[in-house]
């Protein structure tokens, strides 16, 4: 499991996810690692970014308003979730108010609060594109159980004795803690990043050891002390540094995308790949449409079935010549793709078939992709696909093209 915060790590400066670290979250994916997006943001602000990163796909989970819940990115079930008691909120709004700050708190795709002109508040509705909603009596108008309470002021002074305050006074009942300067986080008791991925990992029956943890904040600090192997960005403060087991790049230099493709990609071996975590993730796409399992992976070699039914067969029950080629471009596209190192990108560029003999509806039959070449810009791979009875059908060439990634 890799396990990342968002802002400040997965995303650079610009609010964005790279095309680089999406490329690398996507394919520890395909290996079957699980992703993990870990951060103070609110479910609905993590989700866009958590299906641009194929986490609906391939089980990947999110840890919300800094561990209150839990959500099963694929199923939308929510693995844990635990709540603000609503007779604590009268007495935070009096506090916030008789201090001159701002508070708020977030329902669904909303943002609920005492003052919209506040710019902290505007940008924080702006990065996770939810609506704001201001009322003037915030502890009536918050119906329901939330999952955090966030303070505002630029007055950090202020904002640091109303925190060591609660610290002593609201000890068992709630833990504050500040995440940005300006932000006074209010949480329910023994509520963090680590406290809450515990309970993920053991849900799991995923042992810590096998866990890395990418963070740039203090937040972050727990979680990256949990795993295995911490990791902290090169933008991060000097006390998370001191935490971790490895510092990589800034968050605008793709430092999680180098620290995968550093610690993960290079050391994993075909052999490694779990061909049923690899069919499980192919799902949703050509593969799964066709029915195209793989069944066999090396450094060159690679081998996959594709039954002949009504999705791959002509009108009158014969293999089709284009599902053919697609078994062919599947398999020669997972060989590419181990032999790659992390820094490569691979392109299918030409593929050209001869189509020798027939398979009929009912059969299955068996794509083998021997490598040809294996040249620094480009792969050449010879597959021939068989029936069951190992008659050949097709005998295909394939050249995919090899990019170093920007």
Known sequence: MIVLDVDGTLLNDD???????????????????????????????????????????????????????????????????????????????????????????????????????????????????????????????VTFSPYKCMIVSDDEKALERLENQWKKHLAGELDVFRSETYFLEVVPPSINKANTLSILLEKLSVAAESVIAIGDGVCDVTMIQLAGYGIAMGNAQESVKACADYVTLTNDRDGVAAAIEKMVLAEIHPTDIPLDKLNESGKRALMGNLGIQFTYASEDRIEATMPVDERT????????????????????????????????????????????????????????????????????????IYTSTDKLVSSIRVVNSVLKKR
């Open 313 to 384: 067969r002509q009108p009158f029950g014969i293999l089709h010549g284009g599902a053919t080629l697609a078994l062919a471009e599947t398999v020669a596209g997972l060989g590419s793709m181990i032999l790659c190192k992390p820094e490569e990108l691979v392109y299918g560029m030409q593929i050209s078939g001869n189509h020798v003999s027939t398979a009929h509806e009912g059969d299955t039959v068996r794509a083998v992709a021997t490598i040809l070449h294996k040249g620094r810009s480009s792969h050449i791979w010879n597959v021939d």
């Open 15 to 141: 609010h964005i996810i790279t095309a680089r670290m999406r490329a690398a979250v996507i394919k520890v994916q395909q290996m079957g690692i699980r992703i993990v997006l870990a951060s103070g943001r609110p479910t609905y602000g993590l989700l866009p970014l958590a299906k641009e990163l194929d986490m609906d796909k391939n089980d990947g989970y999110i840890l919300a308003y800094n561990g209150g819940q839990i959500m099963n990115v694929q199923t939308g079930d929510i693995v844990f979730e635990k709540h603000i008691n609503p007779k604590m909120l009268p007495y935070l709004e009096r506090k916030a108010i008789k201090n001159n700050f701002s508070i708020f708190t977030y329902c669904d795709d909303t943002i609920i609060a005492n003052d919209l002109s506040d710019e902290h508040i505007l940008q924080e509705a702006g990065l996770n594109a939810m609506r704001l909603k201001e009322v003037d009596n915030f502890a009536e108008a």
